[in-house]
């Protein structure tokens, strides 16, 4: 409904597809094939992308020693690869380090990564080249060269390799540059963003068009803008929750939304939101609470009230696990689990039967009192 607010591999990397209560051509003729993913070595892994060929970037933590270790997760293959064992150049040791994140993978294996310090606030970021196998720092940011902890790193990267990096100045606020270390026309050097406040946090989203939407942080309180190379625009105070944008620029999240109840009191909720850009701001159907990706086409993926996994495609809403196919036991433990899929894991559909790869973790509750358990089973959602 509209509101009337204002506001394959490692090595060959082929274009893959994006994705998916009724049935709309998607759900009778789409479905989704389960692949729970595991690690070579007992350990809690987390996704942090997933690029539109298959290929999962993140971190797992070592059940032994609760060591750390980047991944690139390859689901066409089923293989996991320890990212320093891809890269070589100019140091492979620093890279097979257990402090290192992959954060970002895009279409062509470009990545970004952070090495964490000995604490939050001493982190860098690199970028890293899966076909060449090289890596290399960011630039370090202007007035942080002389300050004794560094906290600045690569959130994203497009598929034109540019690269978002948010950093903390000598003052300790937020700031951010685009540059792009694989092609000099596009910005070898920092770009950065003249914004006029300082940015509320480094939660930032980032587009191939190199528009950058996120927080700032004014006279105590934050407001929600979009940048571009030409303009900033500030979006409405209803987007409470920015969490994806797709490379048209269109927007989901949550909204604080304020519904007259009569003429004197409003009833405020908070409801999932697309915006596509001007007064085109659609409000979910109510029963969704949180979008948290939306692809190029404009599907949506998100959390419904009581926490099932939803797509909104063409105006539906399809329940995912309505989608799935394989052994019952599988099927069931996805229905029984909570499920946590992270932003920007939605790919670009072909045609109206694509579903797309998506990857996340089903967690769920094993026993009663002093005898339960959890447990966490990562998987990646393929198209059948």
């Known amino acids: 409904m509209k509101s009337n607010f ?39 892994v987390s996704f942090n992308c997933i690029n539109d060929n298959g290929l999962v970037g993140g971190h797992w933590i070592e059940d032994a020693d609760d060591s750390e270790y980047a991944f690139i997760y390859d689901s066409n293959s089923a293989q996991f690869f320890e990212l320093g064992a891809l890269l070589t150049a100019p140091n492979p040791a620093q890279m097979a380090s257990n402090k290192v994140k992959v954060l970002d993978l895009n279409n062509q294996g470009k990545g970004v990564a952070v090495i964490n310090g000995s604490d939050i606030a001493n982190r860098l970021g690199i970028w890293f080249d899966l076909a060449s196998g090289e890596w290399d720092y960011v630039p370090t940011p202007r007035s942080v060269e002389s300050l004794p902890d560094s906290d600045y790193y690569g959130r994203q990267i497009n598929n034109f390799g540019d690269i978002l990096v948010p950093f903390r100045n000598s003052d300790s606020e937020w700031e951010a540059y685009i540059y792009n270390p694989f092609d000099a026309t596009r910005g070898a050097t920092p770009q950065y963003l003249e914004l006029g406040f300082p940015l509320a946090s480094n939660i930032l989203l980032f587009t191939d068009m190199r528009h950058v939407i996120g927080r700032l942080s004014a006279s105590d309180t934050t407001i929600a803008f979009r940048w571009t190379t030409e303009t900033t625009e500030f979006l409405d105070p209803q987007f409470s929750v920015l969490l994806d944008v797709n490379n048209q620029g269109e927007i989901c999240g949550q909204a604080e939304v304020f519904e007259p109840v009569n003429r004197k009191k409003y009833r405020r909720t908070f409801d999932a939101f697309r915006f596509r850009g001007q007064a085109d701001f659609d409000l979910l159907p109510p029963e969704t609470k949180v979008a948290r990706a939306i692809n190029d086409a404009g599907d949506v993926y998100g959390t419904l009230e009581d926490g099932e996994f939803f797509l909104f495609y063409e105006g539906q809403v399809i329940l995912v696990e309505d989608l799935l196919v394989g052994e019952d036991d599988d099927v069931q433990f996805f229905k029984d689990s909570s499920i946590y899929v992270f932003s920007r894991l939605l790919a670009n559909r072909e045609s109206d039967t694509d579903l797309g790869r998506i990857a996340g973790i089903a967690i769920q509750t094993i026993g009663k009192g002093n005898n339960q358990t959890i447990v966490k089973r990562p998987f990646v959602l393929v198209p059948r």
């Open 6 to 44: 204002v506001l394959t591999g490692i090595v060959s990397l082929i274009a893959f597809g994006s994705l998916a209560f009724t049935t709309p051509l998607i759900a009778q003729n789409g479905s989704y094939e389960i692949q729970w993913v595991e690690t070579p070595r007992p350990a809690t």
